[in-house]
């Protein structure tokens, strides 16, 4: 099973600023089957990001998603105040799925 | 809308066994493979199993967490997916979303609110 490990666990940023987060796989993932969903409280997960670099319909171009192989990535290029939540990867292969342990981004 | 909605949860003691139910609507059910995720209080999401289109033969795969207590079904006419838990303990406690599986398999693009299933004695 692959196994994602999520950097850092918590990410303290001011609105304006621009977050980086990171995903890393214990072995090579496909890019066609890395995800990042978005989750606030009380609220159900959101896809934000598929094939690690697309957009899901919806979703604002502050968000873009990088990487390949083992190291993936999450950018918010400016912080906007909807969006401290927690950001989860994802990845698909052999007929499962395996999420990261999620960051939370919250406000500094 | 595209939507899901899962119904079902509820408080049921260890060893005993419940069935959650998925509607959906908005969307041509039978086409996508449906799945369910889970989340324990405070905790990050698992994937929990799901199961393939009739168009891909309507199969079905498991996390190794719930396999063999855990069986997913699907009734295309009634556009519902169905959970099925067996032989639950307090471990399977957790909110339990339904989601449709993007084409391709890559993702899951659309996410029911949640059901919360409490396994206590």
């Known amino acids: 099973e692959i196994v994602l490990t999520q950097s850092p666990g918590t990410l303290s940023l001011s609105p304006g600023e621009r977050a980086t987060l990171s995903c890393r796989a214990s072995q090579s993932v496909s890019s066609s089957y890395l995800a990042w969903y978005q989750q606030k409280p009380g609220q159900a997960p959101r896809l934000l990001i598929y094939g690690a670099s697309s957009r899901a319909t919806g979703i604002p171009d502050r968000f873009s998603g990088s990487g390949s192989g083992t190291d993936f990535t999450l950018t918010i290029s400016r912080l906007e105040p909807e969006d401290f939540a927690v950001y989860y990867c994802?990845?698909?292969?052999?007929?499962?799925?395996?999420f990261g342990q999620g960051t939370k981004v919250e406000i500094k | 809308e595209v939507q899901l909605v899962e119904s079902g949860g509820g408080l049921v003691q260890p060893g005993r066994s419940l069935r959650l139910s998925c509607t959906a609507s908005?969307?041509?059910?039978?086409?996508?493979?449906m799945s369910w995720v889970r989340q324990a209080p405070g905790k990050g999401l698992e994937w929990v199993g799901f199961i393939r289109s009739k168009a891909y033969g309507g199969t079905t795969e498991y996390a190794a967490s719930v396999k063999g207590r855990f069986t997913i079904s699907r009734d295309d006419s009634k556009s519902i997916a169905y959970l099925q838990m067996n032989s639950l303990k307090t471990e399977d406690t957790a909110v339990y979303y339904c989601?449709?599986?993007?084409?391709?398999?890559?993702?899951?693009?659309?996410w029911g609110q949640g059901t919360m299933v409490t396994v206590s004695s």
């Open positions: 989601t449709r599986v993007r084409a391709g398999a890559t993702s899951f693009d659309i």
């Open positions: 994802q990845q698909y292969g052999s007929s499962s799925w395996t």
């Open positions: 908005g969307f041509t059910f039978g086409d996508y493979a």
